[in-house]
């Protein structure tokens, strides 16, 4: 096949018609109007990220659902009928499928943004309607053509499609939640490979078989059609092979599923090279769309390269913020250069009505195409880099800038053309309808964009506010606010009424934070150095915000926004209600526990034979019974409140993985018995994230373990804690070990402000061992007379210590933080094992005679309010 003639667009090198029907050419020109409105909306979103809620995530879609998903379909539809020889589908259901497709991008981008999940999944029912019906066009075009040589390039739009379908069913499940924890991570990973490289990278590659010779003027290679083949099967399989992986969290199949498609990719790429070496002196048809989509392959090259670089190196888990630095360079490198590269060629020909209007056009979109062309690849590159924020930045201005000068020509072609048409002849024969369909979707477009301007603020810095006499100017403030250290910074802003109030937020917390307005906007989740703009338009009464993390508000982290002179200031915030134990005095220690209740067990069991111990943490929610009669949900290690004792000698090593299983909020965990820098091991995780702690227990004694995550006074007071037990060396032999962990009991919900307030107040409901009020005096511990019995002793707090005493007895062995301050050879005794909090040890002792033995906390607030038990000893 050879392309000496420039119009592919019109059926595989047939050469055009000197006047295109009018129809046709108003169905093209419509579709590149929303093409190019999608990716204006794009590039405004993409500038107003300290203003507009979500705008990156915004951003990202408007372009991906937006401009690009309604030049695939346009495309793949008119490529494959050109390609196949096929008579063209019915206009107006083709139509009806491009209308589903951008009312389905609305719905999903508005619903997302307004946090309307039925409207998100809404617009994804559509949206998978629409490219269902697109996929049964396109097998039913295939079934009823002629044929050709180039039939393979409309299996890539098939492929294409389907991949579609299955990106917007995963995408649906990622934006509204249903993936469940210890899930989202893969599920969002699948969604982002099924998309680019699916939606986006399969028809690329396919059209670049048949464009990329036209661009040049060359012959296409003989066994171009061979080579698709193949690599389509490496492409379409791999990435079928890499998406099951990702979503089911098993990474050897990602990684093997994205080595074929990269091989894919190489073997197409090969092709492309020897191509533009049989160009010699010879100048492309269109030397800017040839550099341009030259440059596009580069990035997918690079980053499939990158992808799957990432997926070998780090685990799943690890790759969310990585994938998102690759999005925004494939957005950019390889999407819209794309774009802009066919455009540069095939908007010519396809609105065009002969080769001197055509070559008229592409000259206007050519121009200063080449300092164009290098500063959005210096952009892309400078996004690309592991540089500081200041270069990231600088990237995307450059690329914005870029864009901008190559959507501004695009305009003013379909602004000619669309006059150009308007005044043909030929136009009072032809139908109404696409005139009909333009209106209707560029009302859905314009929709779009009042949203997207409106929830950015007034630009010009002001706001009109209406009165009775008419429109009047109002003031307007902007105010600096910091979510740092559980506070918000300033606490209190007061203004006056009516003064349109923006919030600059910034989180400069390792944590991420968010902050919500009452009855008003909110921020998503600021990553440390993230900072996003909140317009809350004319303040005319008292209304507070605060952190939505679980607890964060009770904790403190609010701010106070009051009107001046407002009577009804009230700076006591909103308050939660106690609990019903807590209002009678803490739970009533006399009553039984539930039919089948146990104690938990507080044998320490002998240290592992093993140097190396593996231990796996799941941090979730668990209802537990703390005191008889009373369930309260916890935040557990291991499903229990404290977690489980871990038990060894000096010289083991740890290899503790914890697995975050809780749905709403991170944590993280701190071995007090390692010595590391706290920086990656004690970091947070977020739902569904795991890390690896390994620390080598290099002194003795009974170290604490608890969450790491701020606050720590409510993770540790909601249970999140637990002992190890290092054996001091040359430690005897004793008859009996047990393991006791003091604590507080805050009953009540969990984060909530009454639970929080208790607190802060040091005003537990219970004091405890082992996390249950007065459980071993339920279930005593067991001894024998004549044994020797040690107990090791952990002080959790998270606020009080502890004195404990076992009562009949005198202890001749006491071992404190690390040392011995008593053994059996010395002829003193001790009564008390004193350990302030996070501070452990052991004591010994012998029971001379049968009986029952009570251990106490000896501060008795703390021993009549649950923190006793009974030893049963025996003959």
Known sequence: MHTKNDDPAVGGG??????????LRSRQLTAHVLVAAWAVLALLA???????????????????LGAATTAIVVWSEHFAVAVLHAPLPDRRWSNARLVGVNAGAVSVLTGVWADLPVLTGAGCALLITAVTAHLVVLVRIGRRA????????????????????IGAALGWIVATGKAGPGHSTGLELAHVHVMLLGWIGLPVLGTLFMLWPTVLGVRMAEHTARLARRVLALTGGGLAIAVAGLAAGWRPAAVLGIALYAAGVAGAVQLFARTVRTVRNRP????????TLAAATGWLVLGVVVDLGLLVARPLSEMRDDIGSLVAVLLVGLVAQVLMGALIYLLP??????????????????????????????????????LPGPVGTTGALLAGAAGAAFLAPVVGVLVRSGRDLLRAPERAGASRRPVLWGTAAGAVVTVLAVLVANSGGDPSGGARAAGPAGPVRATTRTVAVTLADLRIRPARIEVAAGTVLRLEVTNTNAQRHDLKVEDGPATPMLAKGSTRVLDLGPVTGNRRAWCTLPGHRAAGMTLDILVEGDAATDSSGHGGHTSAAADRGGPDLSADFSAGWRSRDADLAPAPG??????????AHTTVEVAPGVKQQMWTFGGTAPGPTLHGRVGDVFEVTLVNDDPSMGHGIDFHAGSLAPDRPMRTIRPGERLVYRFRAEKAGAWLYHCSTAPMLQHMGNGMYGAVIIDPPGLAKVDRSYVLVSSELYLGTPGSTAQVTKMRQNAPDAWVFNGVANQYAKQPLKAKVAERVRFWVVAAGPSDGIAFHVVGTVFDTVYKEGGYLLTPDQPGGAQVLDLATAQGGFVEATFREAGHYAFVDHDMRHAESGAHGMVEVSD
Not at 46 to 64: G, K
């Open 46 to 64: 993409a500038s107003a990220q300290q203003t507009l809620p979500v705008a990156r995530w915004l951003a990202v879609h408007l372009f991906l």
């Open 146 to 165: 002629l044929g050709g040589r180039l039939a393979p390039i409309a299996d890539y739009y098939r492929a294409a499609a389907a991949a579609m379908v």
């Open 610 to 619: 093993a140097t190396v111990h593996q231990v796996e943490l799941h941090a």
């Open 349 to 386: 020909v396809v609105l065009a009505g002969g080769p001197r209007e055509r070559a008229a056009l592409r000259a206007v979109l050519e121009r200063g195409w080449a300092p164009r062309l290098v500063v959005l690849n210096t952009g892309v590159a400078l996004l690309a880099l592991p």
């Open 284 to 291: 492309a048809i269109s030397p800017a769309a040839a550099w």
């Open 14 to 23: 047939r050469p055009p018609s000197r006047s295109k029907p009018a129809g």
